[in-house]
């Protein structure tokens, strides 16, 4: 029979409580303190469900546990965080050895953040005694040393994510991972970790066309940009930290500094002069990941590590990161961003400078959906916008000057098309001004046109697109979209 326990957290010495309520097996010292250190009293309950057959656990039981002289049990428990009878999420852990017993994870950041992050979130489902629970949650486990690391691990949550948002890819477990891994050189188990070659290769497996970003220089911005705009587009990634020999997922990213907007000085520092554009990645100071060796939603700095921090690694020591995308994404951020400078600097439309550009790749239902809802947007620009015919996922490069911007405005925008050849020069769909919209009808145009039609038309400034990533706000903040 199933048991549900309750433990009223209400100090740290309540976490002490769990050993009572579960199998040695199951809990450590370990557990006990990275749950005081993490979790502390920011719940005041947990209830203890026992036995628990976790699918995770399982899938490494049977092609590597059960081949052990030592027993392994079956059974994890999950322990389900509440606060103030609010449903926050549920840890698995399971009869492995010390420091890996923390199994599949699913908690919403609210109840873990200090600050106001934008993630990629999802709503994944828990199913209690007959009751369905709702969990705004990225995945995570720790890894299980021999059978998984790092880089599994961080796979892994990416292909949970994807396989539970997107009907049209599947959900997986890691023992499935660590089958389809191509480790022609060596033995599977131990495992001495996955290159991101290997990881491509598993995200092909799963239907993805993954891109791998490689770090050309130390601290280099571009990488950094590149990397931020598709984390701007809702992509996590697998991110490869040297010299330390890591992978970590990438979720998202913290606050924009508007600030810097107000003093010349620092706009200067951050502006591509070339065209007196600043991009907006370069108002972000850090970027969320996912690592299996710390509790889930950690924050690592764009820099160097912040030695007052817990994080031992920042974003200086990225070195590749491998992009799931979408099988038919043709044109990536670099080729978008050349083409973005040219329009600028021949002045093809009249967008104000100096501004703020935002690049991100959505879905054309999504930006459509965008369209349709947002209050003050100009007419004959929903028109345009909600009929255009449109890949499946395009471009989009948002255009605000600097008070627009700070106020969550946009004033200029371009859609371009993710199918475009690489050589295409003109690869964009819809482009605005304030004073007129420009698109090109591809259902009435030959390869080799483009012509394109004019709306002369006034545009004042709407909403931001804000569908990519979760805004989420410390615990008993909103959600909502950004």
């Known amino acids: 029979m199933i048991s549900f326990t309750s433990i009223q957290i209400n100090s740290l010495e309540s976490y002490e409580k769990l050993s009572d309520c579960m199998p040695e097996s199951l809990i450590d010292e370990d557990v006990i303190s990275v749950l005081k250190n993490n979790l502390a009293t920011k719940c005041d309950e947990i209830r203890i469900e026992y036995p628990y057959y976790d699918t995770d656990y399982l899938s490494t039981f049977y092609i590597h546990y059960a081949q052990k002289l030592r027993n392994y049990d079956k059974k994890c428990c999950r322990l389900h965080i509440l606060k103030n009878e609010e449903y926050y999420g549920y840890i698995v852990l399971r009869p492995t050895v010390v420091g890996t017993k923390f199994g599949r994870t699913l908690i919403n950041p609210r109840i873990l953040i200090n600050e106001k992050a934008y993630i990629a979130l999802y709503d994944f489902k828990a199913h209690i005694a007959g009751n369905t629970m709702s969990i705004s949650s990225f995945p995570w486990k720790s890894q299980e040393t021999d059978i998984s690391v790092c880089a599994h691990t961080a796979t892994w949550t990416i292909l949970r994510y994807f396989g539970n948002k997107f009907k049209n890819y599947a959900d997986t477990t890691i023992g499935e991972i660590v089958n389809v891994a191509n480790n022609d050189w060596g033995r599977k188990t131990p495992s001495i970790g996955l290159n991101p070659i290997q990881v491509s290769d598993i995200f092909k497996k799963y239907g993805f066309s993954p891109l791998i970003l490689q770090c050309e220089k130390e601290l280099d911005d571009k990488f950094i940009e590149e990397v931020m705009a598709y984390i701007e587009s809702g992509l996590p990634m697998v991110g490869f930290l040297y010299p330390i020999r890591h992978a970590v997922s990438i979720i998202g990213h913290g606050l924009m500094d508007k600030n810097i907007l107000d003093d010349p000085i620092l ?17 972000v100071s850090d970027l969320y990941v996912m690592d299996d060796n710390l509790f889930p939603y950690k924050k690592m700095m764009l820099g160097w590590a912040d030695s007052q921090g817990d994080m031992r690694y920042g974003a200086a020591e990225l070195k590749y990161c ?7 994404m043709q044109l990536v951020y670099n080729e978008v961003y050349a083409r973005f400078k040219t329009w600028m600097k021949e002045r093809v439309m009249d967008w104000e400078t100096p501004c ?18 947002t209050i003050g947007m100009n007419e004959q620009l929903v028109e345009v916008i909600l009929n255009l015919s449109l890949p499946r996922f395009v471009w989009c490069i948002d255009l605000a000057n600097f008070q627009e911007y700070k106020l969550g405005l946009t004033s200029g925008r371009i859609i371009i098309d993710t199918t475009a050849p690489t050589l295409d020069e003109e690869p964009w769909i819809l482009r605005h001004d304030k004073n007129g919209i420009e698109y090109i009808d591809v259902d009435n145009q030959l390869f080799c046109s483009k012509d394109c039609h004019y709306i002369k038309t006034s545009i004042v400034p709407y909403k931001m697109y804000q569908h990519n990533l979760v805004e989420c706000d410390v615990e008993g903040g909103d959600e909502k979209n950004e």
């Open 322 to 328: 491998v992009v799931p995308l979408y099988p038919r």
């Open 356 to 373: 703020v550009s935002r690049i991100y790749i959505t879905s054309a239902n999504s930006l459509k959906s965008e369209a349709l809802q």
């Open 267 to 283: 706009v200067k520092s951050v502006m591509d002069s070339e065209i007196d554009v600043v991009p907006h990645v370069k108002l």
